[in-house]
């Protein structure tokens, strides 16, 4: 027995006795799988983007590229403000623009002065992306990265030279600015630009000009625990809009396919498919929904009365997490360099919406019952297991069981309007069908019904009151349901 451990023979002991006391093992995973950090991204759901640089002081969506870095001079600049706001809105994360398609540099590249250190602000010694990063930090929210593959600015963008410049500031980022949870790469790729002085229109080929698979290994390298964002992935993909929502369904598989016969990359894909990506995709690739607070994604005083209501952001969170997607909302600062009061007052009073509907589980305490368990009712795939708030559980049913139904009855009769599906993910994405269902005395009445469950689906609909609901599922293998939660929305 030497150099196995005491637990390593437990657990041994433990499947032996399991083993010859006829005990039923998990289901076999279906479909392609989740990576454990495509896993962990999936429990964030809800976090933000910041789309702030020279563009804020020019009142451009997309800037040139021959921005002078004098613009550039954020009078109340607060990281704390800014990141506070999001962590208190409920947000995972925070996602920054480091360097946005103009090329200007929100923090001191050594590969470049067109940055902050070229700037007035804080005497040409500030950092943002510092600021950002040591903020989220503090307030426990995790740090990501936007990159502009496209520049504006470089003289030599188009060219070979370029591509190293630009891994080379990737690397910077990755290694001095602490674990990064996602790197995001836009699909903008060249056109009209500065270019040094050249002021003139340079095509690449987005398939083959950044020899995208090795540009990855750099973040696969520098960052593991980082997912890479694009409308190819190839950890999350673009949801194939800007307006806040995720097709119905939208299946976490996916196979990117290029335009014209050309192979799929970021800005070359048909990217429409990504609302509802692919049922028995190629690749784990969820969707990421992009959606800016206000109708442009940097900051313009004209739009300061045109911000998101409460209710309209709740819309999209329904729209997007509760499709089985994430939500990033883009959250611009103004030229002081702080959330503006309007934007702020809206993100976070639709917290206190989400709060005051998610926050109790009319379902805790329920008995649940299955028309089939797995393995003879085993604790380990019991009904019950739905209902605990615990993700690493399940209910599931025997391999021939495919279609199957999990019933609560309630200690009374129950109001609700929004329900909480989830599948327990590592096993992969299972359900084809779901239907819901509350008894009225007499029969079953059916009030919500779809395709697709995944790492979350939510109903959202007309007040239900029972006292005995069920979820009915159908697909090609058993399913393994994690979460069946009730709630009740306030008015608002």
Known sequence: MAGISKAAVAAA??????????????????????????????QLEFYGFVHFTINTFTDKEWGYG?????????????????????????????????????????????????????????????????????ACRARGLRFGIYLSPWDRNHPEYGRPAYVEYYRNQLRELLTQYGPAFEVWFDGANGGDGYYGGARKRRIIDPTTYYDWPNTWKIVRELAPEACMFSDVGPDIRWVGNERGYAGDPCWATYTPRGRNGQPAAPGQAIYQEGENGHRGGKYWMPAEVDVSIRPGWFWHERENDKVRTPGNLVELYYQSVGRGASLLLNLPPDRRGRLHENDVASLLAMRRILDATFGRDLARGAKATASNSRGGGEQRFAPANALDGNGATYWSTDDSVTSAVLELELAGETTFNVISLREFLPLGQRVETWALERWNGSAWIEFGAGTAIGSRRLWRGGAQTAAKIRLRVTGPVCPAISEFALYREPVH
């Not at 009078?75 to 704390?80: G, L, P, R, V």
């Open 13 to 42: 002991g433990i499947l032996i006795l399991a083993a010859l006391a006829g005990a039923a093992d998990p289901p076999a995973p279906y479909g392609v799988l989740p990576s454990p950090g495509q896993l962990a991204w999936h």
């Open 66 to 134: 021959d921005e002078s870095p004098a613009l550039f001079d954020p009078t109340e600049f607060s990281a704390e403000q800014i990141v506070g706001a999001m962590a208190d809105a409920g947000m995972a994360g925070v996602i920054l623009t480091c360097k946005h398609h103009d090329g200007f540099c929100l923090w001191p590249s050594r590969y470049t002065r067109h940055s902050v250190a070229a700037s007035p602000w804080r005497n040409g010694k500030g950092d943002v992306v510092r600021a950002f990063a040591d």
